[in-house]
């Protein structure tokens, strides 16, 4: 009887098969991203209202009120900068939801919840601009709630609102402007790098300010002087703001005492008239429903929904990234000076 000779092996692949399927893999991931990123940026383009997901959270009263107060956040670092899955969009993020808020005939009146200790000076006035318009054109009175900070370019966006609750641990006030330049010449000293640098001058063939704060270098006095009067012109910016928003509660010249970048406990911020009231969201949502004449209005926070392409870059409203105030002045250092409506002590 004869045995049956065993099936000889199946032939080993080539390497070359191995290399060839690596390659295929990678060119097909590379493909699916490059599609997934121009959805992205496709949806860039359209019409916000049209890629705008936002979703409602019931904080108070009935479901079934036909009536509403919109809760509306802010929170973390203002800025708006960036393109990426943990961009800064503060200022797109808030004209989202207020051209949500102005297609919806039921909202009453707007809950400014904010928890910043503010962030750059443009982002911070384009905020309270935005605000301000809102409730100019469309009636709806908006009442700020602070939480636990509310500083620097977080209470100049508040100047925008009809009235101001604080709780007493709120930390408010520092109103003033920050500006930060490292210096690391003495550091190139010691390991021995030298930066050359090649600049336009001024009309009479001098040094020009084309590279004024440059950590590379000591920053000269008339450098310091004309970065000083930048920074004096933000400072009377705000100023401004501040004695508008308070109308009728402080004079100029009273605002010009308190803006030396003094931080205030919410009940000190009372007691010098820079809120109106303390108190609890309870006592916010209740003013709020006052203001709008809607006794009986439901509270719902309005919030974006984070989908595929906010990750990708098409949304851009992430505020987790650099949420701390000094890693915002490290960033912004590194990628250039800029002034800031910040408390960078929170």
Do not use: C
Not at 24 to 37: D, P, R
Not at 115 to 123: I, L, R
Not at 230 to 256: C, N, P, Y
Not at 311 to 326: H, N
Request: glycine share 10%; hydrophobic share 45%; charged share 25%.
């Amino acid at each position: 009887m004869q045995t049956a000779s065993p099936s000889p092996p199946a032939p080993r692949r080539p390497w070359s098969f191995w290399v060839a399927l690596l390659l295929a893999l990678v060119l097909l991931g590379s493909v699916m991203l490059n599609v997934l990123l121009g959805l992205a940026a496709l949806g860039n383009n359209l019409e916000p209202a049209l890629r705008a997901n936002f979703e409602e959270t019931l904080l108070d009263g009935k479901r079934s009120a036909t009536e509403k107060v919109v809760v509306l956040p802010i929170q973390g670092v203002i800025m708006e900068e960036g393109d990426g899955p943990r961009a800064l969009r503060s200022v797109s993020r808030m004209r989202s939801m207020l051209r949500a808020v102005r297609q919806d005939k039921a909202v009453k009146a707007i809950v400014l919840e904010i928890d910043s200790p503010g962030g750059g000076v443009t982002a911070s006035d384009q905020i309270h601009h935005e605000l301000l318009r809102f409730r100019q054109e469309t009636g709806i009175p908006i009442v700020a709630l602070f939480g636990d900070v509310a500083a620097s370019g977080g209470y100049y966006v508040a100047m925008a609102s009809d009235e101001i609750l604080a709780h007493t641990t709120t930390i408010t006030g520092s109103i003033g402007v920050i500006s930060q330049f490292p210096q690391v010449r003495e550091l190139m000293d010691k390991i021995g790098v030298e930066i050359l640098t090649i600049k336009s001058l001024d009309e009479q063939g001098k040094s020009s300010f084309k590279d004024m704060g440059s950590p590379f270098r000591e920053m000269r006095p008339e450098e310091r002087r004309l970065l000083q009067g930048l920074i004096t012109q933000m400072w009377e910016r705000f100023v401004e703001v501040v004695a508008a928003g308070r109308e009728g509660k402080l004079d100029r010249a009273q605002v010009r005492a308190l803006a030396d970048g003094r931080i205030f406990t919410g009940r000190q911020a009372l007691e010098l008239k820079l809120v109106d009231a303390l108190g609890y969201q309870e006592d916010a949502f209740k003013r709020a429903r006052d203001l709008g004449q809607a006794p009986q209005a439901k509270v719902v926070r309005l919030q974006h929904r984070e989908t595929l392409l906010d990750l990708l870059g098409g949304g851009g409203f992430s505020t987790r990234e650099w949420s701390a105030p000094l890693r915002v002045l490290e960033r912004t250092s590194l990628n250039g000076p800029r002034m800031m409506y910040l408390w960078p002590g929170s």
